[in-house]
């Protein structure tokens, strides 16, 4: 894809990105953060500090999601390996039997 440049708007603030992402998934990652950085605005926070809460909000959101993605995948590989161990056992008592 084209890289190009493109003006977004979050918190309140305009930056230029460069990115080969679409206009459409730019526009729905910039409300993203935005609606982070709403939700952790208060009062007296200015507009670098709210941006800075909201990217580690987003930090840690990630975080925790990767964690759930590796006992996720944990859990599969486990059952995966406990499926072909059933398997496997049920081949060999087949071969057994069939030798008999």
Do not use: F
């Not at 609606?35 to 200015?46: D, N």
């Not at 580690?56 to 486990?78: F, G, M, P």
């Amino acid at each position: 894809m084209e890289r190009r440049t493109v003006e977004i708007v979050v918190g309140g603030q305009r930056c230029k990105v460069v990115s080969t992402a679409s206009d459409a998934e730019l526009a729905r990652l910039a409300e993203r953060v935005d609606a982070k950085v709403a939700e952790v605005k208060g009062a007296g926070r200015g507009p670098a500090q709210a941006l800075a809460l909201a990217a580690i909000a987003l930090a840690h959101e990630v975080e925790e999601e990767r964690t759930r993605r590796r006992a996720l995948e944990r859990r599969a590989r486990d059952l995966l390996r406990r499926v072909l161990v059933r398997i496997d056992d049920a081949l060999e008592a087949g071969e057994v039997h069939a030798d008999n």
